[in-house]
């Protein structure tokens, strides 16, 4: 009972997996009523491991009728395709997955394992699928050239969705990528409603559209669909991250404090908790507390910090730290171009406005993929772009981003 009301759920899946001689496995599930403890239902398979995608497709059926539990209709449909997995192939997805998933990832070994799994089986679906995600994901990363990563995560999301019309992980890279290189707002959320329709459960499909509502202002929905990810999937680093970062730009900043405080606990050497923290810490006005944070990223991370905490430093009022920092970006600007917007922020948070403008108009010239949130960061007294919002300057590059009208 005291598992099924901290998950706030009525019915538990239980089940454990066995690996077997000879690529068989032994899977034992249970159903359990919550609130009594009661089992309602359990049974055992022995399978082979390449028939393991139909035996989820089985079990989820099975599930679905004896706790009266109704599928949609689009469940209904992707259920009765019968599907096949080369067992090795589907070991070397697991492996990608496993560098995929959690916050400290590691994109390029995610990335050799499910080409390896497509090289394996080049029918594989979900790999290509997988592939596109981590892709879309990692098209923000500085290491990779962001053509060359759009490019690659588009050709794997139509080919997923050339094997497997109704991949909801397809869709969801999809949808991301019309988001974050397109700004094609409309096609984006379109996307994203396909892959949630397609996977209710899932949580890529969920936590891209929340990117898509944070983008666009939509604060009800947000933190609705945010609230329904955690409660589906309260264990991920992954998804705890994601529900800071949501409450942050929502300026819902101690509750961003708090949940990224946890995700910091569960992760304590990943750094996005960290950048968030000490972004939530300036925005709410400690700037103590915020500047503890940025001192912990220069420790761990010093190649990266000067990167994203700049503007802290400016905004708490230690100026030639971040003018140091400025220096830094400004130096190396034509090797990563990506540093526009970072030298925007720096010089908004020192008051600079005509530089902060030159380098965003620059930032923009790239479409760079932070305009994205734009809106979102640039809230008033939302620091520190909200500063800027009484330059007429600030409102022309917000009627060019034409995001749409809540």
């Not at 469940?75 to 916050?103: I, M, N």
């Not at 939509?218 to 800071?244: C, F, W, Y």
């Amino acid at each position: 009972p005291e598992i099924a009301e901290e998950l706030r759920v009525d019915i538990l899946v239980e089940g454990s997996v066995r690996w077997m001689a000879g690529d068989r496995l032994q899977m034992t599930i249970q159903v359990v009523d919550g609130p009594s403890d009661r089992n309602l239902w359990a049974e055992s398979y022995n399978r082979d491991l390449s028939d393991v995608l139909n035996l989820q497709h089985e079990i989820t059926r099975t599930i679905s009728r004896e706790t009266g539990i109704s599928l949609t209709p689009e469940e209904s449909r992707h259920l009765s395709f019968a599907q096949s997995v080369d067992p090795e192939a589907y070991r070397l997805l697991l492996q990608g997955k496993y560098f995929a998933d959690g916050l400290n990832l590691n994109p390029y070994r995610a990335i050799e394992f499910f080409e390896k799994a497509i090289k394996v089986d080049t029918n594989y679906a979900l790999a290509y699928a997988e592939l596109a995600v981590i892709y879309t994901v990692y098209y923000i990363e500085e290491d990779f050239s962001r053509d060359e990563t759009y490019q690659k995560g588009i050709a794997a999301a139509q080919k997923a969705l050339e094997l497997d019309s109704l991949s909801a992980v397809a869709h969801a890279a999809i949808a991301m990528l019309k988001l974050w290189h397109d700004w094609d707002w409309t096609g984006a959320e379109k996307e994203f409603k396909r892959a949630i329709n397609l996977d209710p459960g899932g949580t890529d499909g969920y936590r891209g559209y929340i990117s898509f509502l944070v983008a666009v202002g939509r604060e009800k929905e947000g933190l609705e669909v945010i609230q329904k990810v955690l409660d589906h999937d309260p264990v991920s680093p992954r998804t705890n991250m994601h529900a800071g970062w949501t409450y942050l730009h929502f300026e819902k900043y101690e509750q961003a404090i708090k949940q990224l405080t946890y995700t910091a606990e569960m992760s304590p050497t990943a750094s996005w908790p960290h950048t968030q923290l000490a972004w939530a810490y300036a925005a709410k006005g400690d700037h103590e507390k915020a500047l503890e944070e940025c001192k912990w990223l220069e420790e761990h991370y010093p190649k990266r910090s000067h990167y994203t905490i700049g503007w802290i430093y400016a905004f708490a009022g230690q100026t030639e730290k971040a003018l140091n920092m400025l220096r830094n970006l400004e130096e190396n600007y034509q090797s990563n171009p990506g540093y526009a917007y970072q030298i925007a922020k720096i010089y908004a948070a020192l008051g600079n406005h005509d530089k902060a403008f030159e380098w965003l108009e620059i930032a923009y010239q790239q479409r760079l993929l932070n305009f994205v949130l734009f809106k979102s960061v640039s809230k008033p007294n939302h620091p520190p772009l909200g500063f800027l919002r009484s330059d007429p300057r600030y409102w022309d590059l917000l009627k060019r981003l034409n995001f749409p009208e809540n």
